[in-house]
């Protein structure tokens, strides 16, 4: 398995931006497809996006496309999120995830999961 360290959340007033950043410890941390969740207060752990080993498959939820960009350093063993235009339904607790080489959309590709990082985005 790999650890995962997530980092970057916060409060944010809406619309406004934040880039979570997620540390991977695995010196193969190139060869994992890795991805972001959030679960928001009362609801279950939904997919936000996801990026495979190269960089060249993304996927991202209906719900932050054109607003959130995945993308991954192999050189820094690390995953980012930049989110545009927050707004107060993207508030949560985010995940990061990893495994196997592709960008997986469902919780059941990964097997290894960060503590999560909060995200407040105020109205």
């Known amino acids: 398995q790999v650890q995962l360290v997530e980092s970057g959340g916060g409060l944010v007033q809406a619309g406004g931006s934040l880039r979570l950043s997620c540390a991977a410890s695995a010196r193969t941390f190139g060869s994992f497809g890795m991805a972001w969740f959030r679960q928001a207060p009362g609801k279950g752990r939904e997919f936000v996006a996801s990026?495979?080993?190269?960089?060249?498959?993304?996927y991202y939820a209906d719900s932050v496309k054109g607003r959130f960009t995945i993308s991954r350093d192999n050189a820094k063993n690390a995953v980012y999120l930049q989110m545009n235009n927050l707004k107060p339904e993207d508030t949560a607790v985010y995940y990061c995830?990893?495994?196997?080489?592709?960008?997986?959309?469902?919780?059941?590709?990964?097997?290894?999961w960060g503590q999560g990082t909060q995200v407040t985005v105020s109205s």
């Open positions: 990026i495979s080993w190269s960089g060249g498959t993304l």
């Open positions: 995830a990893a495994g196997g080489t592709y960008a997986s959309p469902l919780q059941k590709g990964y097997d290894s």
